[in-house]
């Protein structure tokens, strides 16, 4: 006589598997990232690996987070996946939680916040809720999320740790370098790293030296011409009628006299 059904089986492998250890940056790499906001991060990865805004720091306005990811995928409304990423997890890692976006169930909450500070896990950042914010509060501990339940989560799994995840809109695997502050949460692919690190460095000498000429009153705003020249802007005036139409430009000269958008 058939009992239970195999689809309510869970079977080891993709979907309930972890990974104890993973490629990562050197540490001294990783810190490098603490000089830099999540903003101009962003703009260095061509604005295509920052989270969605809904993910946000829950704890304190100026929690910051920087460290490599250990990855968790949850079944949404599960966090045994979580509580073994603690044993996981390096001191100083960010535990990055695929919840799938879920606002049902919490998947962390104040006890697993109390031991991820014992173990020196640097922080949360969760791609779903939490619970218990009055208990972690008090802990001074960075958590990262899109809101919080008093509905706790089961443990049962399936799950997986240390595999590719999607956080937030963005693709996030083992060992990647996150940055997370009240601007936001960025991802460093680990593999562009260096590269990102130093394309950084060179932007923040260039903004150094605008910003002060912009300060004195110094600058032009002739790249915005440029602009809408190469895209054939019509301007007209007060009146609404088209007084010109600025031609197209037929040099494939770069615009300057900027050192970003904003």
Not at 15 to 39: I, Y
């Amino acid at each position: 006589m058939a009992k239970k059904p195999l689809s309510a089986e869970m079977f080891p492998g993709v979907g309930f598997r972890l990974k104890t250890d993973v490629p990562r940056a050197n540490r001294k790499l990783v810190d490098s990232f603490r000089e830099f906001e999540s903003p101009d991060i962003s703009d260095q990865l061509n604005r295509l690996y920052a989270m969605v805004p809904e993910i946000r720091c829950l704890t304190r306005p100026d929690h910051t987070l920087v460290g490599p990811v250990c990855t968790v995928k949850v079944y949404p409304g599960d966090n045994l996946m979580v509580h073994k990423a603690l044993d996981v997890a390096h001191p100083g890692d960010v535990i990055v939680v695929d919840a799938s976006a879920s606002t049902t169930n919490a998947v962390m909450g104040g006890l697993i916040s109390l031991k991820a500070k014992a173990r020196k896990i640097a922080g949360f950042i969760v791609d779903g809720f939490i619970r218990d914010l009055p208990e972690i509060l008090p802990l001074d501990y960075p958590v990262f999320a899109r809101g919080a339940t008093p509905i706790g989560p089961l443990h049962r799994g399936p799950g997986e740790i240390n595999f590719p995840i999607c956080c937030g809109g963005v693709v996030v695997h083992p060992g990647d370098i996150v940055i997370a502050d009240p601007a936001g949460v960025v991802v460093v692919p680990l593999d562009h790293a260096p590269e990102i690190l130093t394309r950084l460095i060179a932007n923040r000498k260039r903004n150094k030296d605008y910003l002060a000429d912009v300060a004195r009153g110094k600058f032009t705003n002739d790249w915005v011409d440029d602009v809408l020249k190469s895209a054939g802007c019509v301007v007209k005036n007060g009146a609404g009628k088209a007084v010109a139409k600025m031609p197209a430009k037929k040099s494939g000269k770069k615009a300057a006299g900027k050192a970003s958008s904003t």
